[in-house]
């Protein structure tokens, strides 16, 4: 299987990584630029028996994932930007719960109904928690059609893992676009890990001659102190995940005179602008966070250390910035780049830019 | 010697936290004597709602789910696709279901989902302090109406026959309407409920049933002033019955919404 390989689109692609990895119920609402994903679902997931819903809102599909997880399957849903913003309520009910799930959000640029092109404006509402009160999702921004299958069938063992929704941050280009993607392997459904703490079930263990307590899914807590503890306890899990989960690709910082900060769609871009640079002989770099939470903000502060001088670069008007200069504590200056409204950068003008700062032309 | 009556099993033996006259202990128990009379507490989950019965999960002896203000059937779905063998009980008041919920309990009813709706309406949202539900009467007074409700100049609407509107949806299969003012509604209400379990056992669609609940702190009456309240007003605007009833396969659609007078 792991030789498994196809020209897909990159919500197929989603799809296909998701259904691999087990996903047993996907609820969703039609939205562009991933309408392509929920087709798929709808078409594999109902000829494989598993459970596929187009929901009557982004909303209601979001609490249909927190039933299906919360009742021991494995559940997903997907949107885009607008859609998202309806789905905070059920993600920070998930989040309140410890309820796992897997949300992907192909992004188009806002705010409101904004338009359909790609862009990277949700990077705050998804490394913040995005929707009420105190909690941090993990995060994973795929930069091709690969990496969008490759994440989105970890992100089912994230999620389950660290008992936590985990965001999949793509964008429209992402989404839309054809690329060669080796499919990983299905997992065997019955070698998940088990889930104790899931509603449903007693009966099978009370044959087993052992009832379990009963589990109550919720994430109301009306004693001020004992709510206080219980969101302290999941901030130490929180600290463990960035400890243990920070991920990015560098390319070429040693040399380089200047690094971007780029993930996703922008990531390509500024690779391609770091091999331009290469031709006229000017040594360019990349730090790219592959997960935005938690932020590699060890590796930006090693860059800064360094005495390399940054330059992010984002499909926003800038927001990924903000982690560079929080990570970067001063140490090491951080400039921006950005296109936003849905237009992606050339790696022309970001090498421009570029230039630009490094002659003292351009920047802070 | 034999114990006839005594504690639900599927109960915890607590003290609740409801109001003196409050409805949801009567139903609660109604809910609890039908999951033990068909033995099937450990494949219960409750599908705890957002409201003064956001308690249930300490009283219910079962798993429970708590899904956000009106999502419930939209949790349920969930819930019940990935246990389709376990009894899924919803328990929603009417600021939930008939409000901010009326999208998912549509839908969830539109599908056929096969699970129950205990839907408790009392006319007024409690938890929060006696505001207006939908399913408020006209020229009922509630702290956001305090003139009483006025569909007219102040545009507040009118109150929603819940089980009347989704009784047009195909797949709605049980649809009952009772009360628990008497003792004998109280039987009633009982048989409506177990009913509608154990056509969702069967997996037959979508069951809900009604209940007409006195909330004597919110409408500031007394415990048997809000019984007389319930009989009086309520039960002649929101008729009792058999709604719809489709278990046994043939429609036996609706006589006693024609029966209803209006308010």
């Known amino acids: ?46 000829d494989s028996g598993r459970v596929f819903i187009q929901a009557e809102s982004e909303t209601a599909a979001m609490s249909m994932v927190y039933g299906a997880s ?122 998940r890990p088990d889930r104790p703490w899931a509603a449903g079930g007693r009966a099978e263990t009370a044959r087993s001659g052992s009832m379990r307590p009963i589990n109550h899914i919720c994430s109301m807590i009306l004693d001020p102190p004992a709510l206080e503890a219980s969101v302290r306890a999941r901030y130490e899990r929180y600290a463990r995940i960035e400890k243990e989960l920070g991920r990015f690709e560098s390319v070429n910082v040693d040399k380089a005179r200047l690094v971007f900060v780029a993930y996703g769609t922008c990531a390509r871009v500024c690779l391609g602008a770091i091999q331009l640079a290469k031709k006229e002989g000017l040594e360019l770099g990349m730090v790219r966070p592959i997960t935005l939470w938690p932020f590699p903000s060890a590796e930006i502060a090693r860059v800064a250390q360094a005495g390399k001088r940054f330059l992010a670069v984002e499909m926003s008007m800038g927001q990924m910035v903000q982690d560079v200069r929080l990570a970067a504590e001063g140490k090491a200056k951080v400039d921006f780049f950005g296109r936003c409204g849905g237009v992606v950068p050339s790696e022309e003008e970001v090498l421009d830019y570029a230039k630009k700062l490094l002659a003292g032309a351009a920047g802070a | 010697m034999e114990k006839l009556y005594g504690h639900p099993k599927s109960l915890v033996d607590v003290q609740s936290k409801y109001c003196p006259g409050c409805g949801h202990g009567v139903i609660h128990r109604l809910i609890a004597e039908a999951i033990d009379e068909m033995g099937v507490q450990d494949r219960t989950i409750f599908m705890n709602p957002v409201g003064c019965s956001i308690w249930a999960d300490l009283y219910f002896d079962c798993d429970s789910v708590q899904v956000p203000h009106g999502r419930t059937p939209a949790g349920a779905t969930g819930v019940k696709r990935m246990r389709p063998d376990h009894l899924v009980v919803c328990y929603q008041g009417d600021g939930d279901l008939a409000a901010i919920g009326t999208a998912e309990i549509v839908h969830a009813a539109n599908r056929g989902e096969k699970f129950t709706v205990v839907f408790v309406n009392n006319a007024i949202y409690g938890m929060t302090g006696g505001q207006m539900a939908p399913t408020t009467l006209v020229g009922q007074k509630a702290t956001t109406a305090p003139h009483g409700r006025d569909p007219d100049v102040a545009g507040m609407g009118y109150p929603i026959r819940v089980v009347e509107m989704l009784a047009t949806l195909a797949g709605t299969r049980y649809l009952a309407r009772g009360s628990v003012d008497t003792p004998a509604n109280v039987r009633k209400t009982k048989q409506y409920i177990k009913k509608a379990f154990e056509a969702q056992m069967r997996g037959v669609g979508f069951t809900m049933v009604e209940v007409l609940s006195p909330c004597p702190t919110n409408w500031q009456m007394s415990p048997t002033e809000a019984v007389d309240w319930l009989k009086g007003n309520m039960i002649p605007y929101y008729g009792l019955g058999e709604i719809k009833n489709e278990l046994d396969g043939a429609a036996v659609a609706a006589p006693a919404a024609e029966k209803r007078g209006a308010a």
């Open chain 1, 1 to 46: 299987m792991s030789d498994d390989k196809r020209l897909m689109k990159g919500n197929e692609a989603i799809g296909e990584a998701a259904i691999r990895a087990g996903c047993d119920a996907y609820f969703g609402y039609p939205i562009t630029p991933q309408n392509e994903l929920t087709a798929y679902m709808a078409r594999y997931m109902l």
């Open chain 1, 70 to 191: 919360a009742a021991g399957g494995r559940a997903m849903t997907s949107s885009s930007s607008p859609g998202i913003s309806l789905k905070q309520e059920g993600i920070s009910y998930a989040s309140g719960a410890d309820v796992p799930c897997v949300v992907v959000n192909v992004q188009r640029a806002g705010p409101g109904l904004g338009g359909i092109s790609p862009s990277q404006g949700d990077y705050f509402q998804a490394t913040r928690g995005g929707g009420h009160g105190d909690y941090y999702n993990i995060v994973l921004a795929p930069k091709s059609v690969q990496e969008a299958a490759d994440l989105t069938y970890e992100a089912f063992d994230l999620a389950e893992k660290w008992r936590t929704p985990v965001i999949v941050l793509a964008d429209g280009l992402i989404g839309q676009m054809m690329e060669g993607v080796v499919l990983p392997p299905a997992r065997d459904a019955g070698k």
